[in-house]
């Protein structure tokens, strides 16, 4: 399938990020383009699996507050199924697959230190799990939920039927462009609330809308993860020059010596080593970059990020 972005698509993919729910008229009126070619453009790549606007939620909202990392190496399973098996575990939200030492990379997020020590031991008593480390994240730094393999889209979310934010939440999440009367359609809500609700989801840092699209169409063809061992004094400098890298779309602080963990898109193998050579391990304070190129994506839920809250995010109800 043609993943390729000609100039009038990549012109409307940015003015998408600028403001991800703008009307196809004020698009055509910006690029000087008809307002049906806008339409036929934005269709065009949502069928081809290019680009798609979906609502997202902050990776602490309903209730979570944790976030923690699991290596996973296998044995006696084939590390896709072993992964697959460790997507259906509550509270993962990634899962992927490295060359080399772990086989899997698996991200979570849990409501405690007991739902994390939860959510270790299921993965360990899965069939072929061999050993698990379990890596706490302190804080995260960034994460920008901007890339997705839109042809294997990430299982929507859960939804509680009694919440009228759940459901409104779930109706962006399949398609943020449509408009609130659809949605008001939809689910029978009127379409006053809809816009009050999600006013509010989006004022407290609850959710965002946001343009998804699929890394090979922009060129972007190798994933790493990235385990930086910092100098403690000096670990707040590297921080910011690794937040600082365009191609870095994951950065946290964790627990181990490895302190700093990062994950690049770039285009390829060579520019991923003149980061790692030229960049990372010349930054003060670096004493060790340990880099692991992921070669497959068993499950992403693109659907969450991080992202500045105005105000507190409420509790789940």
């Not at 294997?152 to 009367?181: C, K, L, W």
Request: glycine share 6%.
């Amino acid at each position: 399938m043609n993943m390729t972005l000609d100039d009038t698509d990549s012109n409307i993919v940015g003015v998408l990020r600028t403001n991800p729910r703008i009307t196809n008229k004020d698009i055509a009126e910006r690029l000087d383009i008809a307002e049906s070619t806008v339409a036929q453009r934005i269709r065009g790549m949502a069928e081809r699996n290019v680009m798609r606007v979906v609502a997202q939620k902050h990776v602490f909202s309903d209730g979570y507050a944790h976030v923690l990392f699991l290596f996973v190496n296998t044995a006696g399973r084939t590390v896709q199924r072993v992964g697959a098996d460790i997507s259906r575990i509550d509270g993962v939200f990634g899962v992927s697959q490295g060359i080399g030492n772990p086989d899997l990379f698996v991200a979570a997020r849990a409501v405690s230190m007991d739902d994390a020590q939860r959510i270790s031991a299921q993965t360990a008593h899965i069939e072929g799990v061999a050993t698990v480390e379990t890596i706490p994240c302190f804080r995260i730094h960034k994460m920008v939920s901007t890339l997705g393999d839109l042809a294997n889209p990430s299982r929507p979310p859960t939804v509680n039927p009694e919440s009228r934010n759940d459901r409104i939440f779930q109706a962006f999440y399949e398609d943020g462009r449509q408009s609130n009367r659809e949605v008001s359609r939809q689910l029978d809500i009127s379409e006053g609330a809809i816009r009050q609700r999600l006013k509010a989801m989006q004022q407290s840092g609850e959710m965002q809308f946001q343009v998804v699209c699929n890394p090979q169409a922009l060129g972007l063809h190798t994933i790493s993860i990235m385990r930086i061992a910092t100098a403690a004094k000096e670990t707040g400098e590297v921080l910011e020059r690794v937040v600082a890298l365009e191609s870095a779309r994951f950065v946290a602080e964790v627990a181990g010596t490895a302190n700093v963990f990062a994950l690049l898109i770039t285009p390829d193998n060579q520019s991923l080593g003149d980061i790692t050579d030229n960049e990372l391990m010349s930054m003060p304070g670096v004493r060790e970059v340990d880099a692991q190129i992921l070669v497959a994506n068993i499950m992403h839920r693109y659907y969450l990020s991080h992202f500045e809250a105005k105000e507190r995010i409420p509790a789940r109800k």
